[in-house]
């Protein structure tokens, strides 16, 4: 049933039997075969063919979630028996939201990579939330984020913080000469950021209500619009460290203020592989240095 699934969920993906056979190195009848005997297995049909492309029905988006589900489960399953005899290799899917896998995921994964070649990571960016849902539902083995998620069954790590900052272009006119912070453009995450949760605390403890919001979903894009003077926005320092030492962005210090943000790592399953074990133990030295 595994490699009917594998194949179902391929055909799916690829939405062409062609395709789908030249990715499994298989022939295209073959193909065609494994989808007949699930189908038949399950007594229902599960996708509609015309002779462009492959389309699931209701019963076949049923199928295809869970899946998804179950191959990642079986997956782990076998990293899992692999790893009672042999050293830590092989794949592990990480998910992280932007500021952390965009600007210091990349570090953790050099210093994983040159002590262990075999381990290779597959690594999601998106918002927190989408990160959440993604180890919620098996496809990912470990998710990093920010802000809160309501964590349901999950073994949830609070690990490290990350401080905020206000940022302005360096011929920005400052705060004091005439604005105040609530009138000033913002330049801001997409709703579901832990980013933009974070601001909207911030705004909350600072006692403002801007009126004025552009939102981005790319912390770069932001950054960029910053520096040509669009507004000001709320930075994590992880991010700007390139930008404050070339002298292309200024943090906007406010007096008796300061603000943190918490990163937790997501886990479900509550089986450990080898290289999973390695990975939490290069992200938490990674912040204890």
């Known amino acids: 049933m595994d490699q009917q699934l594998h194949v179902f969920v391929t055909v799916v993906e690829k939405r062409n039997f062609s395709r789908a056979a030249e990715e499994l190195h298989m022939t295209q009848p073959a193909v065609s075969q494994y989808i007949k005997s699930l189908e038949e297995a399950l007594g229902t049909k599960l996708l509609e063919r015309n002779n462009r492309s492959v389309e699931m029905n209701k019963a076949g988006e049923i199928v295809y979630h869970h899946a998804k589900e179950f191959l990642n489960l079986y997956s782990k399953m076998t990293y899992l028996l692999d790893d009672l005899t042999n050293r830590a290799s092989g794949k592990i899917t ?9 600007y210091v995921l990349p570090h953790v994964i050099a210093a994983i990579r040159e002590k262990y070649p075999l381990i290779t990571p597959s690594i999601t960016i998106g918002n927190s939330r989408e990160i959440g849902d993604l180890v919620y539902s098996h496809q990912l083995d470990v998710g990093i984020i920010e802000g809160d998620y309501p964590a349901r069954d999950m073994q949830v790590d609070s690990f490290t913080e990350d401080e905020m900052v206000i940022v302005a272009s360096p011929t920005h006119h400052q705060v004091n000469s005439g ?12 709703e579901g950021s832990g980013t933009r949760e974070a601001t909207e605390k911030m705004w909350k403890q600072l006692n403002i209500e801007p009126t004025q919001k552009l939102a981005f979903g790319s912390t770069q894009l932001i950054k960029e619009s910053v520096e040509v003077g669009i507004g000001i ?28 943000r918490t990163f937790s790592i997501l886990m479900r399953s509550p089986f450990q592989t080898k290289v999973l074990e390695v990975f939490l133990d290069y992200v938490h030295s990674h912040h204890r240095t």
Not at 179 to 188: H, I, N, R, Y
Request: charged share 25%; hydrophobic share 35%; glycine share 6%.
């Open 179 to 190: 604005k105040t912070l609530e009138q000033e453009m913002w330049v801001v995450r997409e």
């Open 94 to 102: 990480i998910g992280a939201s932007y500021t952390y896998g965009e």
């Open 233 to 260: 926005s709320i930075l994590s320092k992880w991010t700007i460290r390139k930008e404050l030492e070339l002298g292309t962005l200024q943090i906007l210090e406010i007096p008796n203020f300061t603000y943190s």
